[in-house]
């Protein structure tokens, strides 16, 4: 394991508290690191509406 992906191995564990092994399982699934950028994409419209519902709701 690369330094780099250490550190996100690290980071991963202290923002969900999983365990190292299931961090590791769950980054094996998208190896080239493009998923995110992917789902990004798709997803980043609906969730600012959806965000800006929230905001509007609580104020």
Same mark, same amino acid.
């Given at each position: 394991?690369?330094?780099? $992906? @250490?550190?996100?191995? /690290? @980071? #991963? &564990?202290? /923002?969900?508290?999983? #365990? #190292?092994?299931? /961090?590791?399982?769950?980054? #094996?699934?998208?190896?080239?690191?493009?998923? &995110? *950028?992917?789902?990004?994409?798709?997803?980043? $419209? *609906?969730?600012?509406?959806?965000?800006?519902?929230?905001? *509007?709701? @609580? &104020?």
């Amino acid at each position: 394991m690369g330094n780099r $992906t @250490r550190a996100a191995v /690290i @980071r #991963s &564990q202290q /923002i969900t508290g999983l #365990s #190292s092994e299931t /961090i590791a399982e769950l980054m #094996s699934l998208d190896p080239t690191g493009k998923g &995110q *950028a992917r789902w990004t994409m798709h997803w980043k $419209t *609906a969730l600012n509406a959806f965000d800006g519902r929230l905001l *509007a709701a @609580r &104020q």
